[in-house]
């Protein structure tokens, strides 16, 4: 079974301050893909990543780096410079790929809180 | 904006009741998924249409059903409605590529009084 883990259930920092949400996940699967999402006090869940399991390469977008460790069955997302925007609950998910178009398991999210 | 149209945004009913949400997803995209979004159980799939079709099932309780229309648009029904389903419940929609990320609607909370 898919499982994915986000051990920090809320984490708080001041502003310009880097932080890292942690992901760890369980699968079987060969082939699968990761997520993060964006849940802001609004409420619609917005994407951000997908990650291929065949591809380990770190990510980076704007002040968002994402890092894979297949070794470690983690995938980490680090923002850089915080800013209060940024205040949102991100969550992790992973699906499997094979079959195409497969339903997302989350984790229970990690609630960042950036204090100006 | 993702594109995926969710109505209504909010429902207030009665237990006992019957309720039908709307998802009409992006342009093109085949997939359309309904999750349940709750404090207790987090966020959980229910079930996906694909083109038509039930593709896969969830954690989705027989008092629900669901089905996706000729125009690709979905409608999750829930009925004999309990307190606990109390929710913000998602649609997703992806494309038929292998694997497309899935895109959200802004959900519609159900609060049951």
């Known amino acids: 079974a898919q499982k994915v883990t986000q051990a920090q259930t809320e984490i708080s920092v001041v502003e310009k301050e880097d932080v890292t949400l942690d992901c760890v996940y369980e699968t079987r699967d060969t082939t699968y893909y990761l997520f993060w999402y964006k849940q802001p006090p609004s409420g619609e869940l917005v994407f951000l990543i997908r990650?291929?399991?065949?591809?380990?390469q770190n990510e980076i977008s704007g002040r968002y780096s994402w890092n894979f460790q297949k070794s470690t069955s983690s995938f980490n997302f680090t923002i850089t410079a915080s800013q209060v925007v940024d205040s949102a609950v991100y969550f992790c998910a992973l699906s499997e790929a094979l079959s195409g178009n497969t339903p997302l398991v989350f984790g229970k999210g990690t609630r960042l809180s950036v204090i100006a | 904006d993702s594109g995926v149209t969710q109505t209504p945004k909010h429902l207030i009913t009665a237990t006992g009741q019957r309720v039908t949400l709307r998802c009409s997803p992006r342009s093109g995209d085949l997939s359309v998924y309904w999750y349940q979004q709750s404090l207790d159980q987090g966020l959980q799939f229910l079930i996906q249409y694909y083109n038509g079709e039930e593709r896969a099932k969830g954690n989705i309780l027989e008092r629900f059903s669901a089905q996706q229309f000729p125009d690709l648009h979905s409608e999750l029904n829930l009925s004999s409605l309990e307190l606990g389903d109390s929710a913000l419940y998602f649609c997703?929609?992806?494309?038929?590529?292998?694997?497309?990320?899935?895109?959200f609607g802004d959900g519609t909370r159900l609060s049951i009084l």
């Open positions: 990650r291929n399991s065949f591809d380990e």
């Open positions: 997703a929609s992806s494309g038929g590529g292998n694997n497309q990320p899935q895109h």
